[in-house]
């Protein structure tokens, strides 16, 4: 049997990308500003872990207008959902694996 922590995916190790995608699994979509507000990040710091979640196929990048001003929200893709359920299951089998 694979051991559980073989599972774990390196891409959700960093707090403020497990909290992205856990905020975008519970939500249809959320834009820049709400995703910083929440996981309290610099714009610079969220911009380069979306950057990595996009370039893995994890998220989609949505931009447009909201009147003149540019309107940037981010969702989960499949495969960004079926990664992070995966993600999710070997840390819950890695703590019934400890208990």
């Known amino acids: ?3 559980p922590i073989e599972n774990l995916n390196k891409v ?3 707090r403020i990308r497990l909290g992205v995608m856990s905020a975008l699994m519970v939500n249809e979509e959320m834009n ?3 995703l910083k507000q929440l996981l ?3 714009d610079g710091n969220l911009a380069t872990h979306l950057n990595m979640l996009e370039e ?3 998220i989609k990048v949505h931009k447009g207008f909201i ?3 540019t309107n940037t929200t981010y969702s989960v893709t499949k495969a960004g959902e079926k990664s992070f359920k995966n993600h999710l299951n070997a840390l819950e089998k ?3 694996n400890i208990e």
């Open 56 to 58: 893995n196929s994890y």
């Open 94 to 96: 890695m703590i019934h």
């Open 32 to 34: 820049f500003n709400d």
């Open 67 to 69: 009147g003149k001003k």
């Open 12 to 14: 959700f190790e960093s």
């Open 1 to 3: 049997m694979k051991n």
């Open 40 to 42: 309290e990040v610099t």
